[in-house]
Each structure stands twice: as structure tokens, then as C-alpha cells.
């Protein structure tokens, strides 16, 4: 088992930056993939983010790819998300989940999900 705790979310004006991050615990960090997805309002969860166990790769979805860098430390069991050049379509509810090794961009490959940060940008 594997708990996830996501913080940082808020509320930022257009062009602003934010920083989330996502603390483990229960199980050994580096055995897992990490992603992060969203989910606005009236929407379906979208994949924004993945990186696999070791760090050494990462993929991003088209939306944010230039925008928002993943990353991780193992030693602290903590995967972050820097989010740059906000807009206000990226205000959703933004969630940590975990994936046994593999990366992974489809949420129901996924076995552990945090409670969600909510992310609000103004125009």
C-alpha cells in the first residue's frame, strides 16, 4: 500500500507559477511510476504528467509540455509538479497517483491516488 498526500495547490493570477508536491509513505518510493492528472470542473480526469521510478524519464501531455517540469526525490519519497506560465485552463483539481514500475499516461492503469490539491488561476 501506498499513501499520497498532494499539497502547494491555490490561487494564482495568469502567467504565475506554482509549485505542487506529493509525499509518500507505506511502501518503498522507487519500486513506483508517478503522475499526475487533473480534473475541471465539469470534466472528464486528463493526464498531465508521468515519470518513471527512477527519474531518468519523463513524459507531459501536449497542454503543458514547454510549461510544467515533474520530478522526484526518492530519498524524501516526494514527486513535485513546477507549473510555469499559468492559464486559466489549467485550473482544475490536480492528483498524485501511483504505478507499480512502469510509466503510465491512463488513470485507470494507476493503483493509488491522493486526495487532490486544487489549483485556481484568474484571468
Known amino acids: 500500500q501506498v499513501q499520497l498526500v498532494e499539497s502547494g495547490g491555490g490561487v494564482v493570477q495568469a502567467g504565475g507559477s506554482l509549485r505542487l508536491s506529493c509525499a509518500a509513505s507505506g511502501r518503498i518510493f522507487s519500486h513506483y511510476a508517478m503522475g499526475w492528472f487533473r480534473q475541471a470542473p465539469g470534466k472528464e480526469r486528463e493526464f498531465v504528467s508521468t515519470i518513471n521510478w527512477s527519474g531518468s524519464s519523463t513524459y507531459y501531455a501536449d497542454s503543458v509540455k514547454g510549461r510544467f517540469t515533474i520530478s522526484r526525490d526518492n530519498a524524501k519519497s516526494t514527486v513535485y509538479l513546477q507549473m510555469n506560465s499559468l492559464q486559466p485552463e489549467d485550473t482544475a483539481v490536480y492528483y498524485c497517483?501511483?504505478?507499480?514500475?512502469?510509466?503510465?499516461?491512463?488513470?485507470?492503469?494507476?493503483?493509488?491516488w491522493g486526495q487532490g490539491t486544487q489549483v485556481t488561476v484568474s484571468s
Open positions: 497517483a501511483a504505478k507499480l514500475y512502469i510509466w503510465g499516461t491512463a488513470a485507470k492503469d494507476y493503483n493509488y
